[in-house]
């Protein structure tokens, strides 16, 4: 992986470009951000994926683009691989799967509950 994106059509826009110069692109999980693109964040964001070969010229490309693009969820220099940098990554996406989660499930609950509370003055 070399960049996750919160917004899917960014990420296409990044895997376009990455394509169009010839590097193999993967990017999974666009579906999930447009039907619902707070589940898509709950779940991670989307993530975009290049050949092991391809990383360094993907990652300078992207450096590129992302100048004109607000950045990615995610950091593209994931060079700190220290045991304490993976864990705090780690606890952020469990963080964020959370509050995500929450809202969509709880969402849903919380404005039924708010229109039986209202219904008798609708």
């Known amino acids: 992986m070399i960049a ?10 990044a895997a376009s ?17 447009v039907m619902d693109p707070f589940l898509a964040r709950a779940t991670g964001g989307v993530p975009l994926f290049v050949l092991a070969d391809d990383v360094v010229e993907a990652r300078a490309m992207l450096k590129g683009l992302i100048g ?3 950045p990615p969820l995610e950091p593209m220099d994931d060079d700190d691989d220290t045991p304490e940098a993976l864990e705090e990554r780690q606890a ?14 709880f969402g849903p609950l919380v404005l039924i509950a708010l229109l039986s ?4 003055y609708l």
């Open 17 to 33: 470009s990455l394509r169009a110069a010839g590097i193999e692109v993967v990017f999974n999980n666009q579906g999930m951000g």
């Open 68 to 70: 004109t693009r607000p």
């Open 92 to 105: 952020r996406r469990l963080r964020n799967r959370q509050i995500g989660l929450g809202l969509v499930f």
């Open 4 to 13: 996750r994106f919160e917004d899917p059509y960014e990420g296409e826009a």
């Open 117 to 120: 509370l209202f219904a008798p």
